[in-house]
């Protein structure tokens, strides 16, 4: 219980909603309101070697990462699937890893058995939380080492190194200011109105801005999500699962892609996670989050067969049927960059044009 729980109109532990879901939407947005991260975990990397670590391990270059600057990195599999995400903010003395709540007692247990006789300390935090918002509150933030340790998402814009599949003229992305502070266990934060978990996914979805609870399951890799575009750096040394980031960014094609499902809201129903996305009688992918937003109406992330067609409508299979459009984030020709001329074959005659 928290002190989120204890204001009026409170539902749920951590909060959903607090009686208005669309109205704290606005209020989220404008930079008025707080969002209760506390069901999130904090990881503490000490240590003269831990951003050079760090960098060693995962998918983002931050080996020269500067106090108080905020990077996205995956920890990938030998085969490129996602396993872990942190958000990460070094403070010159610690680096902060914000992460999902579910994945901080794992991923601190394997960082710590891979530090080896590299000078890292890895230590789950207990004496800190985090609030999300989408304005800076340096008035709050915790700066145990003289540095405010507010994470500003880098999904506002493709970071150096990175790339995007997305071929949006206008990117929802690009308003997207969204921040995570961290802040004392036992800091009064009674003076900032609040929004819930339910209005912070809505405008996360509108976003297109995945996540490790939702949008990923044990075969995700970066290029279905898009996710090249703020937490994989393209040429940067090796790390593991490097090889799958090389080779189907540049010869060949992600085998799913996300997707913004706009929904018939004429039901009233919102599909669950995991519905299943149907074309024709065809089932084609499945539903990773979904929400009321407060000017798009009902919409949805969904994970769906490359070879889909943009243009064809959709079913989301539930209690009642939703009819679905799609608005394409990761395009069916991702990947495949590479410019490699052909061959001829061997023994072929070649004839001058």
Not at 103 to 110: G, R, Y
Request: net charge negative; proline share 7%.
């Amino acid at each position: 219980m928290t002190e989120f729980t204890q204001r009026p109109g409170a539902v749920g532990d951590p909060v959903q909603h607090y009686g208005n879901p669309l109205g704290e939407q606005r209020a989220l947005l404008s930079g008025d309101a707080i969002v209760d991260l506390s069901d999130r975990g904090i990881i503490r990397l000490s240590g003269p070697d831990r951003l050079t670590w760090l960098d060693s391990l995962t998918s983002q270059s931050i080996a020269g990462l500067a106090p108080g600057v905020s990077a996205e990195t995956l920890l990938l599999s030998p085969n490129g699937r996602i396993e872990h995400v942190m958000r990460v903010v070094d403070d010159g003395e610690t680096a902060w890893l914000l992460v999902d709540g579910d994945e901080t007692e794992a991923l601190a247990a394997w960082l710590d058995r891979m530090r080896f006789m590299l000078r890292v300390e890895v230590a789950v935090d207990t004496d800190y939380t985090t609030i999300g918002a989408f304005a800076p509150h340096p008035e709050v933030a915790a700066a145990p080492n003289g540095v405010a340790l507010e994470w500003v998402d880098p999904w506002r814009e493709v970071v150096t190194g990175g790339h995007q599949y997305s071929t949006s003229a206008e990117h929802p992305g690009a308003e997207w200011t969204y921040r995570e502070i961290v802040v004392p266990k036992d800091a009064d934060l009674s003076s900032f109105p609040a929004a819930g978990q339910l209005a912070l996914e809505a405008v996360r979805i509108a976003a297109w801005r995945p996540r490790l609870a939702t949008e990923v399951d044990d075969r995700s890799i970066p290029h279905e999500l898009d996710w090249l575009r703020s937490a994989v750096h393209l040429n940067k040394g090796c790390y593991r699962g490097q090889e799958t980031i090389a080779k189907v960014h540049n010869l060949g094609h992600p085998p799913r892609r996300l997707v913004m499902l706009h929904l018939d809201g004429s039901e009233g129903v919102l599909p669950g996670v995991g519905s299943e996305v149907l074309l024709g009688e065809t089932v084609v992918g499945q539903v990773t989050s979904s929400a009321l937003h407060y000017e798009l109406g009902p919409v949805a992330l969904a994970v769906v067969k490359r070879s889909v067609d943009p243009a064809a409508d959709l079913v989301v299979r539930g209690d009642v049927d939703v009819a679905a459009a799609q608005e394409t984030i990761v395009p069916t020709d991702a990947g495949a960059e590479a410019s490699i001329p052909r061959l001829p074959r061997l023994g072929a005659v070649t004839r001058p044009r």
